[in-house]
């Protein structure tokens, strides 16, 4: 188990800054999703601790040795680290079980260890029957199994996962999921996954990394990413967050709130400890956090564009009579039968305002 240290990390393709001055901290054994959208720079960002590539700028530590910076690139084979890609990257001549103790055989490991570590590997993700089989006999979620033995039987360190259930169904990618997760306890190593899947990272990680446009915007627990946003991206991204005007903001009494104009009724919703008055501020609320107000709540008048049944709940897409063009969304438990054109009266039962820049 090690920590990784990025400091000022910094990278340009063709001039073009790809990763620009990322600094992140993972804990000894901690599971950290590096979150973004396509093209910001997350297979970079990873490609760089693996040390396929070289820094322009910063340096990078992997328990307390410095692995990269501007002058000096440890080859990836000398940092202890395994690497899970989505195209799994098996070799297709191999067996499984070959495959499994490859690593091993480069090192130098001997055949009766070789094979010892590739059936404990095998048998760690359930694959012990499959040892003699050939990778293209396999399903995906098998083969990605058998990539992740490969990692367990050289027994890293630290693990980089680039986006490693990207090609599996759905059902399969729930499975996998609690797979990584059973794999993590098990391992105890770090673990760097990239993935621009939100509900992926929130379910795996301890902390998620969100990036944009090569830049770390938030490195927080999924919690506190989703309940407390730190700019407008962030707060779009992770669980489907709206954001919109509030104005006339105040200090509440309560610690840690203020009371906000929300479409022209006052509210309370959380804000950062501190927060100033304020003639205007953008404000974080997802589906779950608005309801259908009852008669003897405050809420603000909207009217209904459509009614989705979701199942577990109804979503109603609708809008505030006194901002019309902005989309918004309520999910409703109740059975109370709302049809596009019809008045509602909407509660704010939480809601989050995004510090200023
Ligand atoms: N070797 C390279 N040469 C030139 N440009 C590159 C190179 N590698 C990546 N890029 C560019 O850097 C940017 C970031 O790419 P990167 O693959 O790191 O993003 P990403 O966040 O992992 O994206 P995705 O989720 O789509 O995989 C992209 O604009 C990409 O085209």
């Known amino acids: 188990m090690v920590g990784i240290v990025l400091e000022n990390v910094a990278k340009s393709f063709t001039g073009k800054r790809v990763v620009d001055g990322v600094s992140l901290d993972v804990n000894d054994g901690e599971f950290v999703a590096v979150l973004g959208p396509s093209g910001c720079g997350k297979t970079t960002l990873l490609r760089l601790v693996a040390g396929f590539e070289t820094l322009d700028a910063g340096s990078i530590r992997i328990g307390g040795t410095e692995v990269s910076s501007r002058q000096f690139t440890l080859p990836p084979e000398k940092r202890n680290i395994g690497i899970v890609f989505q195209n799994y990257a098996l070799w297709p001549h191999m067996s499984v079980a070959e495959n499994v103790g490859y690593a091993l055989k480069i ?11 590739s059936l404990d590997a095998l048998a760690a993700v359930g694959m012990e029957a499959f040892g003699g089989r050939a990778p293209a006999d396999l399903s995906g979620g098998q083969r990605q199994r058998v990539a992740l033995a490969r990692c367990l039987a050289s027994d890293p360190s630290l693990m980089l996962l680039d986006e490693p259930l990207a090609n599996l169904d759905v059902h399969l990618r729930a499975s996998m999921e609690k797979e990584f997760l059973e794999f993590h306890r098990r391992t105890g190593a770090s673990m760097i996954y990239i993935t621009h899947d939100q509900s992926e990272a929130m379910a795996l990680a301890d902390r998620i990394a969100v990036m944009d446009a090569g830049r770390l915007v938030q490195f927080a627990a999924p919690r506190a990413l989703y309940r407390e946003p730190q700019n407008e991206m962030v707060a779009r991204f992770i669980g489907g967050g709206m954001v919109f005007p509030a104005r006339n903001v105040e200090p509440a009494a309560r610690p840690g709130h203020a ?18 008055q304020a003639p205007d501020a953008k404000l974080c609320i997802h589906p779950g956090e608005f309801g259908l107000a009852g008669t003897e709540d405050d809420g603000f008048s909207a009217t209904v564009e459509r009614v989705i049944y ?17 989309p918004l969304t309520l999910h409703s438990y109740d059975e109370q039968p709302l049809s596009p054109g019809s008045s509602i009266s909407v509660r704010v039962n939480d809601g989050w305002v995004i510090p200023a820049a």
């Open 107 to 117: 090192n130098g490991i001997n055949a009766a260890e070789r094979n010892r570590r």
């Open 259 to 276: 009371i906000v104009e929300i479409f022209g009724t006052r509210h309370q919703v959380r804000a950062k400890p501190g927060q100033q």
């Open 310 to 326: 979701r199942g577990s709940h109804n979503q109603i897409d609708f809008h505030a009579d006194a901002m019309p063009d902005i």
